[in-house]
């Protein structure tokens, strides 16, 4: 019966080992996204400014 529970603390090592994988693949994969993210909404920014200014010019 001792090697049972020594099985089932053996499980849930691996268990614990495996979600922290998991987290750290899912914290990487959100910072790309932030970084994406912002790069995106700085293209955007110039983008509008552009615009603007033209606009500013037709007047």
């Known amino acids: 019966m001792a090697w049972l529970q020594e099985e089932k603390a053996q499980i849930s090592a691996e268990l614990i080992i495996v979600l ?32 603007w200014k033209e606009i500013e010019q037709i007047k």
Do not use: E, P, T
């Open 20 to 51: 922290a994988a998991l987290l750290a693949v899912a914290l990487v994969l959100v910072g790309q996204l932030q970084k994406g993210a912002k790069q995106g909404a700085d293209v955007l920014q110039k983008k509008s400014d552009s615009l």
